[in-house]
């Protein structure tokens, strides 16, 4: 995620737009992708301890790390604290398509760390479970997931008016 998010800073640095705007949102930028590795990692977490008590994750586990991850929310606000005011998240909205994401991805990650043992290499457990076309249509689900995600808490910032159709631009 450290090196998507350096590629994707680098890549916009090519727009004056960015190039000005990018600087004073860098510590924002660096203290966000710490709360999405946060998330991921929970997520992941609860898979592997699916794996190892041998039962697939479930409803539980889904809720356990919506509620997670509004914590995870929570402190990156606190963090983010000159932002935090004007960030109002609606999670009825978000918890309906970040629920989704999560069960895809603790889904896939259970799959995946099943098979797994640690000896043979990630990229042949993969293989062997997905074809090509297949790991390219999950990926491009649980992307496009992550993208209605953001899409809707973008929406939950406050920002000037004359500013939010840079904010729809971006999103879109």
Same mark, same amino acid.
């Given at each position: 995620?450290?090196?998507?998010?350096?590629?994707?800073? *680098? /890549? =916009?640095?090519?727009?004056?737009?960015?190039?000005?705007? =990018?600087?004073?949102?860098?510590?924002?930028?660096?203290?966000?992708?710490?709360?999405?590795?946060?998330?991921?990692?929970?997520?992941?977490?609860?898979?592997?301890?699916?794996?190892?008590? /041998?039962?697939?994750?479930?409803? *539980?586990? *889904?809720?356990?790390?919506?509620?997670?991850?509004?914590?995870?929310?929570?402190?990156? =606000?606190?963090?983010?604290?000159?932002?935090?005011?004007?960030?109002?998240?609606?999670?009825?909205?978000?918890?309906?398509?970040?629920?989704?994401?999560?069960?895809?991805?603790?889904? *896939?990650?259970?799959?995946?760390?099943?098979?797994?043992?640690?000896?043979?290499? =990630?990229?042949?457990?993969?293989? /062997?479970?997905?074809?090509?076309?297949?790991?390219?249509?999950?990926?491009?689900?649980?992307?496009?997931?992550?993208?209605?995600?953001?899409?809707?808490?973008?929406?939950?910032?406050?920002?000037?008016?004359?500013?939010?159709?840079?904010?729809?631009?971006?999103?879109?």
């Amino acid at each position: 995620m450290r090196e998507f998010s350096d590629r994707t800073a *680098t /890549g =916009l640095k090519e727009y004056k737009l960015f190039k000005l705007i =990018l600087p004073p949102f860098k510590s924002f930028l660096e203290i966000n992708l710490e709360k999405e590795i946060d998330k991921h990692q929970d997520v992941i977490a609860c898979a592997m301890a699916a794996v190892r008590a /041998g039962q697939a994750p479930d409803h *539980t586990d *889904t809720d356990r790390l919506l509620r997670r991850a509004r914590e995870i929310d929570q402190a990156f =606000l606190h963090k983010a604290h000159s932002l935090s005011a004007a960030i109002n998240i609606d999670y009825p909205a978000i918890d309906r398509v970040r629920q989704r994401r999560i069960e895809l991805v603790i889904a *896939t990650a259970y799959q995946v760390l099943a098979q797994w043992q640690g000896k043979t290499p =990630l990229r042949k457990i993969v293989s /062997g479970l997905y074809t090509r076309e297949q790991y390219r249509s999950l990926l491009r689900e649980i992307l496009s997931l992550y993208i209605e995600e953001t899409g809707v808490l973008s929406k939950s910032v406050k920002i000037p008016r004359h500013l939010a159709r840079f904010r729809d631009s971006l999103i879109n």
